[in-house]
């Protein structure tokens, strides 16, 4: 019972602040994933012929992995917002 009485409300949290700091890095991060891992994928197509077209048609599971990686980054995201929107069921007995 003094636990409940001791707790800090949601809105007075400390690590509130920094767990949404959190959140917006792993949106950037996931954002920044697809980017290169769709640029990686579609980028040979607007080469010149040479060389480094080549190479960088050749990487392209590592364009995949940056893609799905970053998307999975970004659900998480969506997870993590929709779980902060949900209002807790703590149990406050006064």
Excluded: C, E
């Excluded at 009485?5 to 767990?19: D, E, I, K, S, V």
């Excluded at 959190?22 to 994933?33: E, N, P």
């Amino acid at each position: 019972m003094m636990d409940a009485m001791n707790a800090a409300p949601p809105a007075l949290n400390p690590n509130r602040h920094m767990t949404a700091r959190a959140d917006k890095v792993l949106l950037h991060k996931g954002l920044l994933l697809v980017i290169i891992g769709l640029a990686v994928l579609v980028g040979p197509m607007f080469m010149a012929p040479s060389g480094m077209r080549d190479v960088v048609a050749a990487s392209a599971a590592v364009g995949w992995f940056s893609a799905v990686l970053g998307g999975g980054f970004i659900v998480r995201y969506g997870q993590r917002r929709r779980a902060a929107a949900r209002p807790s069921h703590a149990v406050t007995d006064l």
